[in-house]
């Protein structure tokens, strides 16, 4: 299976266009498509003024006994299979062709002057529904026109499998890729908690989207809160899930203290729940989750990504804050097909109204647009996003 990454590549030339810096290092998670991307890359006319040579580093071949097949070679793409240091590849380039330009791949960021580290995204639900011959068109849905019911299908088979090429290739992996990711965390834990630390995840899994609180999963674990707090951080290491703050302007009546959790795919959720559970009670928590993970591949480099809660409970999933700007859009996601502008929005407007361009609500199938006030609440399916 090949998915096009078209933005994707447009974002890596721009940064290796851009950059005076010798060395680009393309960062990846297991199974994200890092070799695919390298041949999309290739195949494509970023390279074209390079005389370009790859090299494959393994235990058959190491970077040491390597030799430059053209000696007028001026664009070198490192691609190992064993760990390489940073120090061993500066040294082999220069050496071998001081004035070239690298990209290796790494599973680390390297933070050094000559480097310009870039990080390899996966297939984004755009790109898997233009590679299933269902392509977004935003037009389309806002004039009725698009087929929502067969992008929902596509949706939900996305979402069951995330976002690895690994998985959407091959459905049956994804169980495999997270016992993977079960047993390098495992390496931080005695072996009498891991028990303890799968049930973690699972509690984790059904109450995503939720407030957190180590309390409460310290009492319904029978655990300590010390190994909550242990557990949390070796999750967040990981990289299997990431913490959303509050947006808070008035500590008094809003919400300032607590987080959000959200898996940072959702083929751990599934491998940890089974895929039966997201069309249950947890369905609110995971469509969250999947408009996140949306919303950070396009905005995280401009936007500060929030949620909203008073204390009183009233609570808004998701608010974008423009950096430079500092103007916020609030986004309300609902499980239900609805175009009713949900009271906590509206109270939001009312504190807030003023730095509002747009709000928008995401739902299962309805498109459509209201105004609150003079501002415009877009209201747009979840695939849409």
């Not at 000559?114 to 297939?123: A, E, K, M, Y």
């Not at 976002?163 to 495992?186: G, H, R, V």
């Not at 407030?211 to 999963?217: F, M, Q």
């Not at 959720?269 to 069309?279: E, K």
Request: proline share 3%; charged share 25%.
């Amino acid at each position: 299976m090949k998915f096009l990454r078209t933005k994707l590549i447009e974002k890596f030339n721009e940064s290796f266009n851009s950059s005076g810096k010798q060395y680009v290092v393309i960062v990846w998670e297991k199974g994200i498509g890092k070799s695919a991307f390298l041949s999309l890359l290739e195949e494509s006319d970023i390279f074209v003024t390079y005389k370009t040579e790859s090299i494959l580093i393994s235990d058959d071949s190491p970077l040491d006994s390597t030799e430059l097949k053209n000696p007028d070679t001026n664009l070198i793409i490192l691609d190992s299979t064993i760990p390489v240091s940073f120090s061993e590849i500066r040294s082999f380039i220069e050496s071998k062709s001081p004035d070239s330009r690298v990209i290796f791949t790494s599973e680390v960021l390297i933070f050094e002057d000559t480097v310009d580290n870039f990080p390899v995204s996966g297939i984004s639900f755009r790109e898997y529904a233009e590679w299933a011959g269902n392509p977004i068109d935003v037009w389309a849905i806002m004039s009725k026109k698009a087929d929502i019911w067969g992008l929902n299908e596509l949706r939900d088979t996305y979402i069951h499998l995330g976002q690895y090429p690994c998985n959407l290739d091959n459905p049956e992996w994804f169980q495999l890729s997270f016992d993977e990711k079960l047993a390098t965390m495992n390496q931080e834990l005695f072996k009498k908690e891991e028990w303890d630390f799968l049930d973690f995840i699972r509690t984790l899994a059904m109450n995503v989207g939720d407030i957190y609180k180590e309390e409460r999963i310290a009492k319904n674990m029978n655990i300590s809160r010390r190994k909550v707090r242990k557990y949390t951080e070796i999750a967040l290491k990981h990289n299997l899930v990431r913490a959303v703050g509050p947006w808070v302007e008035n500590t008094i009546t809003e919400l300032s203290r607590h987080v959000k959790v959200y898996f940072t795919d959702l083929s751990y959720f599934h491998a940890a729940l089974g895929v039966s559970y997201y069309h249950g009670e947890g369905k609110q928590g995971v469509m969250e989750n999947f408009i996140l993970i949306e919303i950070e591949r396009k905005l995280s480099a401009t936007h500060d990504i929030r949620f909203y809660r008073k204390k009183s409970g009233s609570e808004v999933s998701f608010v974008l804050v423009e950096k430079k700007s500092e103007k916020i859009t609030p986004i309300e996601v609902t499980i239900k097909s609805s175009n009713i502008i949900p009271q906590s929005l509206k109270s939001f407007h009312e504190s807030y109204g003023s730095r509002i361009e747009h709000a928008m609500i995401m739902n299962d199938n309805i498109s459509e647009q209201k105004d609150l006030d003079w501002t415009p609440i877009i209201i747009l399916p979840h695939i849409a996003i």
